[in-house]
């Protein structure tokens, strides 16, 4: 296991003189260490230079990276080997954004040809809604698009289609419903008429309990509103799915559905078929700037020597504050308001992927892995929970992110949020001293509580402005970073066996909240507790 390696033991010793050396010291030493330690990709900047890093350590975790095979696993997972050995596939998310010219054949299959039939199919169809020259069953143009989906079927689309605003088409508004708490439905179809409304149901599997029970709700609601003509569903309904037969068996006719492919992981997928409501939205041409920004990370991720390889950089570090420093969680931190799904969308991105105690072989990991992923826009999360991150006791390694062009100039408070963002990072950096706080002439009573330790990393992502193409850089710089601490921790990123076992008992206990006639055989917890709901609704 990776942890028995040398490279491993010699981070021991880095992790340790780096901790006792203050990023001030580093600044104080090292003038140029803002150039030494930032990154380009594309007119994406990357500031690393408020880690507790130094070139040391860069080597240190790149002989890690090699140490765990980085760069062969990355050339395995872009050719199409089955990586995703629990499940027998391919994990090709990145040929989702290959250029038409590009070839991949894989499984026997032309997987660009593959793509680019149902980009085509979603360009096509995306245009015509846009125009107008689909109407739905009253022959009205839609105006509405509910997404009914869940956890890769909802998270991405629904952040994208938030970050991308300024690029929305006026007349069409996406909604995303993704929890069976009938609410969350009842709420989306508030103020909507059906005429003008588009569902699309959207599941990799075409199983999951919450957005199947969606769909059939919503499907009740259309013909409701629309007289019970059965044959309205082919206007207000398309899925997109890898299974036909399922959606076939639901009632949607598969000319309607979108299609993608089993190498394409659920939380992997919102630039494959799943994101539709995004191109409705933002229109094709959007659409594709936004896969050739995934595109163009997805090349220096893979030709990038590895200490200049942003995505293998920030796992790496984080693989440092996890195993090396004991540092359980990591905030994303947006300064744009426009990304407040971004850090929700990340946690299932990271969490699903990396929250795994068994190696890819099936033994029990001796070290631990995946962080606790968390985030808010700034400033919003200065007035909550930067409380803690400045002086509690337990630091929390930061990803801001930020543009040098607001989103919709018409109110433009720009300096003043950026200026918040660089003071956040230069606050977390180097804190204030008990003496500078004296100095302050405050009260002795009141220096300890007005003393910050400083010394806490941070990233610093800027971009000129959040763009279709940047937004695909971003996603695809976290896919890949996720990718990285998966290979050096030895598990299987791809799969998600943990999510099985909730849904399996939730199965079994619907029917007993349903009726009283049923044995409950649970502990006497969960017994108790279906016995009292089964009360408080006199069943
Ligand atoms: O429960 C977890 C999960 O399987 C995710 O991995 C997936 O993104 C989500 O459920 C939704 O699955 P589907 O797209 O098949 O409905």
Redesign the pocket.
């Known amino acids: 296991m990776i942890d028995s390696t040398a490279e491993w033991t010699a981070l021991r010793a880095e992790a340790d003189d780096q901790l006792n050396k203050t990023l001030r010291q580093r600044f104080a030493d090292n003038p140029g260490r803002a150039r030494d330690l930032s990154i380009e990709v594309d007119g994406l900047h990357a500031d690393l230079s408020k880690h507790l890093i130094e070139a040391s350590t860069v080597d240190a975790l790149v002989a890690l990276a090699n140490a765990a095979g980085l760069s062969e696993k990355i050339d395995a997972m872009y050719s199409g080997e089955h990586i995703n050995s629990t499940e027998d596939r391919a994990v090709l998310h990145t040929a989702l954004r290959l250029p038409i010219d590009a070839t991949l054949v894989v499984d026997g299959q032309d997987t660009v040809a593959d793509v680019h039939a149902v980009l085509e199919h979603m360009a096509s169809f995306a245009n015509d809604v846009r125009s107008g020259a689909w109407t739905g069953h009253t022959g009205q143009r839609i105006t509405t698009v509910v997404n009914i989906?869940?956890?890769?079927?909802d998270l991405g689309p629904f952040m994208a289609y938030r970050a991308l605003e300024a690029f929305r088409h006026e007349s069409i508004e996406c909604r995303y419903v993704s929890n069976v708490d009938g609410t969350h439905l009842h709420q989306a179809l508030t103020g909507i008429d059906p005429a003008t409304t588009l569902f699309i149901v959207?599941?990799?599997?075409?199983?999951?309990l919450e957005?199947l029970s969606n769909a059939k709700s919503a499907r009740a609601w259309l013909l409701d509103g629309l007289g019970g003509d059965e044959s309205a569903i082919a206007k207000h309904f398309v899925a997109l799915s890898t299974n036909a037969e399922g959606v076939a068996a639901f009632g949607i006719d598969t000319a309607n559905m979108f299609e993608f492919w089993d190498w394409v992981g659920?939380?992997y997928s919102m630039d494959a078929a799943i994101g539709l409501s995004l191109m409705l939205a933002v229109g094709p041409d959007n659409f594709m700037d936004m896969l050739s920004g995934f595109h163009a990370m997805d090349t220096h991720f893979r030709t990038a020597p590895i200490e200049q390889n942003l995505p293998a950089m920030l796992g790496l570090i984080g693989v440092f504050y996890r195993n090396f420093f004991d540092w359980p969680t990591h905030a994303v931190l947006p300064y744009c308001q426009l990304l407040d799904r971004f850090p929700a969308y990340l946690q299932?991105l990271d969490m699903?992927s990396n929250g795994k105690q068994t190696t890819i072989d099936g033994e029990a990991v001796s070290y631990d892995t995946g962080a606790v992923v968390w985030g808010e826009p700034g400033t919003n999360g200065q007035h909550a929970f930067y409380q803690l991150i400045h002086q509690g006791t337990t630091p929390v390694p930061c990803d801001f992110i930020g543009f040098y062009e607001p989103d919709f100039p018409a109110v433009d408070h720009h300096d003043a949020l950026i200026a918040n963002l660089f003071a956040q990072a230069e606050a977390l950096a180097m804190g204030k001293t008990a003496d500078e706080v004296r100095a302050e002439g405050v009260d002795e009573s009141l220096v300890s509580h007005k003393t910050f330790p400083g010394n806490r990393p941070s990233t610093m992502l800027m971009a000129p402005r959040l763009t279709p193409f940047v937004l695909g850089q971003l996603v695809s710089l976290y896919e890949h970073r996720t990718f990285t601490q998966g290979v050096i921790w030895g598990v299987n990123s791809f799969d998600?066996w943990g999510?099985e076992l909730g849904?399996i008992l939730a199965k079994a206990i619907i029917p007993e909240l349903e009726s009283s006639s049923t044995e409950l055989t649970h502990d006497s917890s969960t017994n108790a507790l279906i016995e009292r709901y089964r009360a408080h609704h006199n069943r």
């Open positions: 989906g869940i956890g890769g079927s959207a599941s990799k599997t075409f199983t999951t957005t659920g939380r299932q699903e998600q999510v849904k």
